[in-house]
Nanobody, 126 residues
């Protein structure tokens, strides 16, 4: 069983920055592609960013590319999402996600998530 715990959410003004963190309780952390999804009020959950097992490959949805950056520390079992130039439309609950994979592609996370965190709220005011 893998437990994912997010932190770092909060309220920020448009144009500001936040850094989300996800801590994973698993021995084989480097066997998982990791990523972030978000769900805005009244909308479906959507993909935000993913990172491969090694951390060498990343993948972003178009709306955040160039503003968000995903990274991981396999020694600390953590994944970070640095969010810059935040916009009101980034307001959502952000969920950490993990997929047990054999390849080192980031986009494999889109094929299926094995574990979800409980989420952390990000609110961007205009």
């Amino acid at each position: 069983q893998v437990q994912l715990v997010e932190s770092g959410g909060g309220l920020v003004q448009a144009g500001g920055s936040l850094r989300l963190s996800c801590a994973a309780s698993v021995r084989t952390f480097n066997s998982f592609a990791m990523g972030w999804f978000r769900q805005a009020p009244g909308k479906e959950r959507e993909f935000v960013a993913a990172i491969s097992r090694s951390g060498l490959n990343t993948y972003y949805t178009d709306s955040v590319r160039g503003r968000f950056s995903i990274s991981r520390d396999n020694a600390k079992n953590t994944v970070l999402l640095q969010m810059n130039s935040l916009k009101p439309e980034d307001t959502a609950v952000y969920y950490c996600a993990a997929a047990y994979v054999s390849s080192d592609y980031a986009s494999v996370l889109l094929k299926g998530v094995d574990y979800w965190g409980k989420g952390t709220m990000v609110t961007v005011s205009s």
